[in-house]
């Protein structure tokens, strides 16, 4: 099965908190979002293994984007 945890605002990627092969656990933040000078974190749903990290930080993002890929 493959998860994708995707943005829930638009904003600029501030920070990736997680790699390709991190183990991440369902409610762990995986990557912090910046807009109108607030910090997001958005955190995973799922618990699984990051397979692919779509975003890099210093990108823009739309509500709905996949920013990380998990499997299990």
């Known amino acids: ?23 991440v656990e369902a409610g762990q933040e995986v990557v912090i979002l910046e807009s109108m000078k607030m910090e997001i974190p958005i955190q995973s749903d799922y618990t699984g293994v990051v397979k692919d990290v779509k975003v ?16 299990d």
């Open 1 to 23: 099965m493959m998860a994708k945890i995707q943005s829930s605002m638009t904003g600029t990627v501030w920070k990736v908190l997680v790699r390709p092969g991190d183990q």
């Open 56 to 71: 890099e930080e210093g990108s823009f993002v739309s509500d709905g984007d996949v920013l990380v890929e998990l499997a």
